[in-house]
């Protein structure tokens, strides 16, 4: 039986044939040797059913296989990926784009007007020559826009590429196992609007329920609030990378006012712009709020707090051996109370200027005579003192010394070993490992 053939089938110069897709760097994969499958006119574009070559790639491991869906005419008209439709530049459905550019690109639908639109279009995309530059009304809309700005996608979402949820293992029926192509994971929300998506709406910028959400979280975007305090003129920039200098800050910085200063911290990955008006820092706290990308990376725009009260913060924050605190804090129950400031905090051994002397070398202090150092006590003094029954804790001298002069005075000098010194036993016990009645405790 014979068949009518169309236009298409005599007429083959409309037919596209290219040799590298128009891809966006997700759907191309972070592999920077990609093999890709080329095969000319084997598919018809979903959009203009025009065949084209397409071309089929795997974007990275555990990732499926991708192919192109609409043909690069198409593809230029709307400046959108040949496989995910999404925008080049902004990474945002069709939608969301011309509803912030307010572009109103009516192409034709029906099969004659589409098919002599289409035509049109590619005689000058041919004539111009520069194809980098989209064409129809896109093209010719260079308006910026904050909107697209917040919700701009500025890295790779490698996650897109991810295969398929596995059918089978959700029935609880696959037997593949670690074969399967597909990912064993259950579906978060099987009624999910996301998962009914047409290739048309998305072309065309209508029903889409990506763009809806996008549109929401768009009108519930925080704004940064400018603080009280109109002293305040410095704004906090992080989330730099690792190359970026004081050069890049302040070129991205300087044209919203006079810049004081620029103090830029490389290990905490963070910068300190300060102006010298109020009005300058709101308007550059304005401007760059979400939306300034420096180094492929979106930087976090912040006021800095107030001077003031951070000096005042650090100094009711400092610690005991640095200064006075004036910061009090409650007594724990159990724990010992505050205890007080010593004269000198920098004298850690509570020793004064007289008392600070160097031994000669070789020489132990005991071998001193008496006198040498102002205010260090006498061995010999304390031997006499412990003989005659002074403190009971002094230990005896350790070259021997007359230990035969009386036995009392022996036995009492004996019995001093086991005692604790009157100033020990005058203070409170705070642990009681420092009991010397409790069971373990050390025995001198």
């Given amino acids: 039986m014979a068949m009518s053939k169309t236009t298409n089938t005599y007429n083959r110069q409309n037919w596209e044939d290219s040799e590298f897709p128009i891809l966006c760097q997700t759907c191309l994969g972070d592999n920077p040797y990609v ?16 065949p084209f070559t397409i071309f089929r790639w795997c974007p990275g491991a555990r990732m499926r296989f991708k192919k192109t869906e609409i043909c690069q005419t198409c593809s230029k008209l709307k400046n959108v990926c040949q496989t995910c439709l999404l925008d080049l530049e902004y990474g945002l459905p069709t939608q969301v784009r011309d509803a912030a550019l307010k572009i109103q690109d009516k192409i034709p639908e029906s099969d004659v007007n589409k098919e002599f639109y289409i035509q049109n279009i590619e ?35 490698y996650k897109r590429n991810l295969p398929h949820i596995c059918s089978f293992w959700v029935k609880g029926e696959c037997k593949r196992g670690e074969e399967c192509p597909y990912r064993h994971d259950k579906p ?28 929401k979280r768009a009108a519930s975007i925080p704004t940064l609030e400018p603080p009280e305090d109109k002293t305040i003129t410095t704004l906090y920039v992080g989330n730099l990378g690792e190359h ?59 006021w800095a707090h107030s001077q003031a009260k951070s000096t005042a913060y650090a100094q009711n924050s400092t610690p005991r051996g640095g200064g006075g605190s004036s910061r009090i804090f409650d007594p724990v129950p159990g724990l010992p109370g505050q205890l ?35 205010g260090a006590p006498s061995y010999a003094s304390m031997y006499q003192q412990q003989q005659a029954g002074g403190t009971a804790g002094m230990p005896p001298s350790s070259t021997g010394g007359p230990s035969s002069s009386g036995g009392g005075n022996s036995s009492h000098s004996g019995s001093g070993h086991g005692m604790m010194p009157p100033t020990m036993q005058q203070q409170q016990l705070h642990y009681p490992s420092q009991d010397p009645a409790r069971l373990g405790a050390l025995k001198k």
């Fill in 244 to 302: 970026i200098t004081e050069v890049d800050i302040r070129d991205n910085f300087y044209h919203y006012g006079e810049i004081r200063s620029v103090s830029l911290v490389p290990r905490q990955q963070c910068a300190f712009v300060q102006y010298t008006k109020r009005a300058a820092a709101e308007l550059a706290a304005e401007k760059t709020f979400n939306k300034l990308v420096l180094g492929g990376k979106k930087l976090t725009i912040k």
């Fill in 188 to 215: 978060v929300e099987p009624d999910d609007p996301l998962s009914e998506q047409n290739i048309r709406d998305r072309y065309y910028g209508r029903n889409d329920p990506v763009a809806d959400k996008l549109m």
């Fill in 123 to 157: 005689a000058q995309l041919k004539a111009g020559g520069d194809n980098t530059v989209a064409a129809g009304t896109v093209g010719k809309s260079l308006a910026a826009s904050d909107m697209l700005a917040k919700l701009a996608r500025t890295a790779p979402y």
């Fill in 35 to 50: 093999r890709m499958i080329k095969e000319r006119y084997g598919k018809e574009c979903k959009i203009c059913t025009r």
């Fill in 340 to 374: 007080p400031m010593p004269p000198n905090p920098t004298d850690y051994f509570n020793l004064q200027a007289s008392e600070m002397a160097v031994l000669p070398p070789g020489m132990k202090i005991h071998q001193l005579p008496p006198g040498l150092i102002p």
